[in-house]
Structures are given as C-alpha cells and as structure tokens.
C-alpha cells in the first residue's frame, strides 16, 4: 500500500471469506479501512479493533477477513507482521528463511481482536512474503512452499518473485 504517515510502510493483505465478486469487495474494503485507521494515527490495534468493529456491525458475524499487517518504520528498519487468520508469511533475513504464523480468528468473528503480531527488523536485502491460502494450497506441503518460497526471492524484483510464486 505504500508509505503512510510517521515515516512508516505499510502492506496488508486481506482474503474476504468466500469467493468471486463479494469476497474480492469484502478484501478491499478491509485493507481500505485499514490503510484509513492508520493514517488517521491510529495505532496498530486501535485500527484492528476499529476495522473489526466496523466489519461486525455491518455484517453482523457473517462478513469476515484474514488480514495480514505489515508495519515497517523506514527509519528503523522495525517492522510488525499482524496475522488474523492468514496463511503463513515467510520472512527472509540474512540469508535465512522463516516462516511466520498466527492464532488469531479472522477479523469480522469476535468483538475482540487479541492480536499482538510478530515483531523483527529489517536490514537491506531482507524481504517479506505474504500470501492467501489459495496460493499456500497450491503446493504439497510446507517443504515444497518453502523451495517455492527461496527460489522466488532469488528473482531481481519483487513483481518477479510474486509472478514466480503464482506460476
């Protein structure tokens, strides 16, 4: 999504439940309000508890997202993965490749949001992989994601690698 204010980056990734045309909607309208929150200056958890609210009010439980958070402050290199019920993020740092998972329930199930996300910075060179289990599915196993994984980020930019997993 880009940079937002505080000399923060910020990327999210939402799967809205179902398929086709209201799955799609239901994705973007929860990264929308997402990106909104936090450039509003909300925290990170105050935007998770606001988003969610917002999605239990208007679907009443039956409207809900995996979302995946990722904060980065560009000046630090400090970043926060938030997972709600997403599939694993793979983290490659230093030459070493680490998947990233979480507990939470989707936003849109509960009222309240008990995420606490991931915490790890980040240096030159370092990247983070985010995905829908559409795409996790399409492999046969952890190990198999995992080559999958390493062989994209061998690719000169990030459009590459994402067009490398897809494939």
Known sequence: LGNIRGGRYLAALSDGM??????????????TLLRLCLEAGYT??????????????????ERFSTVDLLTIDLWTGQATLDKLGAAASWLMSRGELTR???????????EDV??????????AGDAVVLMTDGVEDAFSGVQALETAVRTALTNSSPQRAAESLLA
């Open 114 to 123: 008990a995420e606490e996300g991931t915490a790890f910075k980040l240096a």
């Open 44 to 61: 990170r958890q105050q935007t998770l508890t606001a988003v969610n609210g917002m999605m239990l009010l208007a679907g009443r439980g």
């Open 18 to 31: 179902g398929h086709g045309k209201a799955a799609r909607r239901e994705s973007t309208q929860t990264v």
């Open 100 to 110: 990233l998972t979480g507990d939470s329930l989707p936003l849109g199930i509960l």
